[in-house]
């Protein structure tokens, strides 16, 4: 269910990055009824975004065990290629975010 949920949150998070790539502006793909709502979950996404940023490279810089998974293309490929478990074990805890609203 969390990871449903999670899924969900950064599909729309990529919705509204792809509002603003395509410069159709950053409101015109935030769910809500009113400009209020809009602008809530905005930044409520926001604040998701910048922290799954932070987690990514305290993780990455913090563990020079990583470093090679990231070291070029094929290592990358690699990495994503292992077993689910070897993959987590590498990289550590997870992020959990707290809070998510729908």
Same mark, same amino acid.
């Given at each position: 269910?969390?990871?449903? @949920?999670?899924?969900? $949150?950064?599909?729309? %998070?990529?919705?509204? &990055?792809?509002? *603003?790539?395509?410069? =159709? !502006?950053?409101?015109? =793909? *935030?769910? !809500? $009824? %009113?400009? @209020?709502?809009? =602008? =809530?979950?905005?930044? +409520?996404? %926001?604040?998701? #975004?910048? #922290?799954?940023?932070? /987690?990514?490279?305290?993780? +990455?810089?913090?563990?020079? %065990?990583?470093?090679? /998974?990231? /070291? $070029? $293309?094929?290592?990358?490929?690699? +990495?994503?290629?292992?077993?689910?478990?070897? &993959? &987590?074990?590498?990289? !550590?805890?997870?992020?959990?975010?707290?809070? *998510?609203? &729908?």
């Amino acid at each position: 269910m969390i990871a449903e @949920t999670c899924q969900l $949150d950064f599909k729309e %998070t990529y919705e509204i &990055r792809s509002g *603003v790539a395509h410069m =159709r !502006g950053v409101m015109s =793909r *935030v769910p !809500g $009824d %009113t400009r @209020t709502e809009q =602008r =809530r979950r905005l930044l +409520f996404r %926001t604040i998701q #975004a910048e #922290a799954l940023a932070r /987690y990514c490279l305290a993780n +990455f810089l913090g563990r020079e %065990t990583l470093w090679p /998974y990231f /070291y $070029d $293309d094929a290592a990358i490929d690699a +990495f994503w290629k292992l077993p689910e478990l070897k &993959r &987590r074990n590498a990289w !550590g805890s997870k992020l959990e975010l707290i809070g *998510v609203s &729908r």
